[in-house]
């Protein structure tokens, strides 16, 4: 049995959940939401009471974010919804055009001007059919907006959605390929230009072993999920199956690899009073019996402390600003 390390991290809660995903700090509430996307549940944690609370939903919340006036906009398995409060009625504001037979949303979050975005996946991972969808509400009226279509930008898994800190860089990957994009964004327009490789990883080779201990042959470091920007512009990325969080320069060099406690990170945020807490969600569904023997901490939700703080989370807007 491998006995990992916890240090720097530090579990939140002594739960562990199935798929956690789509963390932020809520700074007026000073709490920490996330959510388990198999276990179709939103979760909130009162960090410093370590109390948390547990909202069952009618499907897999893929993705979420807090909204301006109170509550939440969750994207779940068909669509994207509005709730005013927590625990509170679940408003349809639009469906999401695909069939969630076997197609469900994922990974997203608000862009500073309060449009939500989400990212889809094929659970059938037979095609590079994912999109990237924007719901703007501000107006009063629900538009939807798809922003990269699959025949233009082929991907099978919406990962590592980001903002750069003056919102003129755009990020987004493919988690199956190993390859995280950049774009320059125009905020105001919402336009999308000049597609870049940002980060390309190593794609885990044909009984090439986890061992972090074989040198010679170098160890598979994981392939690019949920990600975070921090406010001197680093991309953090949990890189699931890769024992690790990655802290990438914003030119794309590789400025830190931290160890983790689990074999599948997921998501990274900041969070704090001062930003200055980097948290952790991870996956324990359909992970082998010997990997949780090993890594017990799977699907728990970490925290550690960091030097710079990162940025604040955007807020839904559904009304003029």
């Known amino acids: 049995m491998i006995t990992p390390n916890p240090s720097p991290w530090q579990p939140v809660t002594s739960d562990t959940y199935a798929l956690g995903e789509s963390p932020f700090w809520h700074p007026q509430e000073q709490m920490l939401y996330w959510v388990d996307i198999s276990g179709k549940q939103i979760l909130r944690a009162n960090i410093y009471m370590r109390t ?9 919340p893929g993705c979420m974010a807090p909204a301006r006036d109170g509550g939440l906009v969750i994207a779940l398995r068909d669509g994207v919804y509005r709730a005013k409060r927590w625990g509170g009625s679940l408003e349809l504001l639009t469906l999401l055009p695909y069939n969630p037979t076997y197609h469900r949303s994922n990974d997203g979050k608000c862009d500073a001007l309060g449009r939500f975005w989400v990212g889809t996946i094929d659970e059938t991972r037979t095609e590079a059919n994912a999109a990237l969808y924007c719901v703007d509400a501000r107006s009063g009226a629900v538009q939807l907006q798809c922003v990269l279509d699959p025949k233009a930008q082929p991907a099978s898994t919406a990962n590592g959605l980001a903002f750069s800190p003056d919102n003129r860089t755009f990020y987004w990957s493919d988690t199956p390929s190993h390859t995280i994009w950049s774009w320059d964004y125009d905020l105001p327009s919402n336009t999308l230009s ?42 953090w990325v949990a890189m699931f199956d890769g024992r690790r969080v990655c802290q990438f320069a914003p030119d794309g060099g590789v400025l830190a690899e931290i160890p983790v406690p689990m074999q599948c990170p997921t998501m990274v945020c900041f969070g704090g009073e001062d930003l200055k807490t980097l948290y952790l969600t991870s996956a324990r569904h359909h992970r082998s019996a010997a990997e949780l023997t090993a890594f017990p901490l799977s699907g728990s939700v970490l925290s ?18």
């Open 52 to 60: 948390v609370e547990s909202w069952a939903m009618p499907s897999e």
């Open 304 to 321: 550690m402390r960091v030097e710079v703080p990162g940025l604040p989370v955007n807020f839904f807007c559904d009304g003029p600003v």
């Open 194 to 235: 000049n597609r870049s490789v940002f980060a390309s990883i190593r794609p885990k080779l044909e009984g090439w072993e986890n061992d972090p201990d074989d040198p010679e042959n170098g160890f598979y470091r994981g392939r690019p999920d949920g990600a975070a920007v921090d406010a001197q512009g680093n991309y």
